[in-house]
């Protein structure tokens, strides 16, 4: 499978603290996405990182990207009940029109 | 307008039924995709339509048959399915490929 891995599966935080999530993935990428899923719902696209960069900001996150040990990890600062949501990383492989998403950090922050 | 509209939003289909799932979009994206997820699952991708020609199956089984009929417009036809076919289904489409996705809030499918 070409799946990426997340690590940890479930989060539980209380607001104010900081929620740091892991993918590891397996084939080379063009870039390294990020997206949010609220309970049943549509997936929102949070950021995007090429395979160029090291490291990514926007608002309360922080993206990083180590393409020599095929990992990434999403930082989220001073974490909101809102921001409870499942949260997936997915790869876009050069020369292909897959987007493919790794198994997906469930966070719960509680207020 | 960053929508992208899946109709209807809930289906329930018998076995021997024969339905189609729609998505829209008016972005001018050129790349459009069809995801299907089970609960606490991860999205798991079907097909993928570049400039209107189908250019990703991942081995999906005949009785989805999906259909791209304008650069706006993405279908699935669905025909005999399974319980197990029974999820969430996710339209998203991207400018071309490997970009920012948006995604449509989904058709949520029960086969009986």
């Known amino acids: 499978s070409q799946q990426g891995e997340e690590d940890p599966q479930a989060l539980s935080i209380q607001e104010g603290e900081n929620a740091t999530m892991n993918c590891s993935y397996k084939?080379?990428?063009?870039?390294l996405q990020w997206y949010r899923q609220n309970s049943g719902r549509g997936l929102v696209h949070l950021i995007l990182?090429?395979?160029?960069?090291r490291e990514k900001h926007s608002g309360r996150l922080r993206v990083t990207l180590d393409t020599s040990k095929k990992s990434s990890s999403l930082l989220i600062t001073a974490s909101r009940a809102a921001d409870t949501a499942s949260y997936f990383c997915a790869t876009a492989a050069p020369n292909t029109d897959k987007l493919i998403f790794g198994t997906g950090t469930r966070l719960q922050v509680f207020p | 307008d960053t929508e992208v509209t899946q109709t209807p939003k809930h289906l329930v289909m018998g076995m021997t039924n024969k339905k189609s799932l729609k998505c829209e979009q008016h972005?001018?994206?050129?790349?459009m995709y069809w995801y299907k997820q089970k609960a606490k699952k991860p999205p798991e991708l079907m097909f993928v339509y570049s400039y209107e020609k189908l250019s990703i199956n991942e081995s999906v089984p005949s009785r989805f048959s999906p259909e791209c009929p304008n650069s706006s417009l993405l279908n699935l036809h669905l025909h005999a399915l399974q319980p197990e076919d029974s999820a969430l289904y996710l339209c998203a489409s991207s400018q071309v490929r490997g970009t920012e996705a948006f995604f449509g809030q989904g058709t949520r499918l029960t086969v009986v």
């Open positions: 990182i090429r395979s160029n960069e």
């Open positions: 972005m001018g994206h050129r790349a």
């Open positions: 084939t080379s990428i063009n870039n």
